[in-house]
């Protein structure tokens, strides 16, 4: 079992920036893909961006050149930096963990995003 707790939510105006963290408990963390998805209200939650463990980066076209997702496997946690913030990033924004070896997925309790003047 993995525990995923999100931080870093909050509200800013709109070209704003925020960094979300999210902390893992103990765990292998190096063998865990590592993402951001958020869900707005009355929308399907949608990935954000997502990293492996080689550091390979995948990005939504609606968040490319504005957020940078970077994991720190010394201290078992990934980073999400969000610049340029539009009203229409205003959601929850979730951690997910994938387990390699097995696909077995965690989700993190969320933290929520406003994005408003």
């Known amino acids: 079992q993995v525990q995923l707790v999100e931080s870093g939510g909050g509200l800013v105006q709109p070209g704003g920036s925020l960094r979300l963290s999210c902390a893992t408990s103990?765990?292998?963390?190096?063998?865990?893909?590592m993402g951001w998805y958020r869900q707005a209200p009355g929308k399907q939650r949608e990935m954000v961006a997502s990293?492996?463990?080689?550091?390979?980066?995948y990005y939504a076209d609606f968040v490319k050149g504005r957020f940078t997702i970077s994991r720190d496997n010394a201290r078992n946690m990934v980073l999400l930096q969000m610049d340029s913030l539009k009203p229409e990033d205003a959601a929850v924004y979730y951690c997910?963990?994938?387990?390699?070896?097995?696909?077995?997925?965690?989700w993190g309790q969320g933290t929520q995003v406003t994005v408003s003047s």
């Open positions: 997910k963990a994938v387990l390699l070896s097995s696909g077995n997925v965690f």
């Open positions: 103990r765990t292998i963390f190096s063998l865990y893909n």
């Open positions: 990293i492996n463990p080689a550091g390979t980066t």
